[in-house]
């Protein structure tokens, strides 16, 4: 769920995965995300992670699978 009307200043250290480097770091963008649900399940509410374990699971792309 997004707030298109909220500004935010993007800070690698509070990126919610494990690399914590970003090309926006320090760049004040407009719209935030403020609730993320996977399969029903709240994972972040408020910018804040809100589930312990790891809910999701990793979908391979097509794109990898090119081949020479």
């Not at 009307?5 to 407009?30: D, F, S």
């Not at 709240?42 to 990898?64: F, K, M, N, W």
């Amino acid at each position: 769920i997004v707030d298109r009307n909220k500004t935010a200043t993007v800070r690698g250290a509070e990126l919610h995965c494990k690399p914590k480097h970003t090309p926006y770091e320090g760049r004040e963008l407009r719209g935030t995300v403020e609730t993320v649900l996977v399969r029903g399940q709240r994972v972040i509410a408020d910018r804040r992670l809100v589930t312990e374990q790891p809910i999701g699971g990793h979908v391979p792309s097509s794109y990898a699978k090119v081949t020479a």
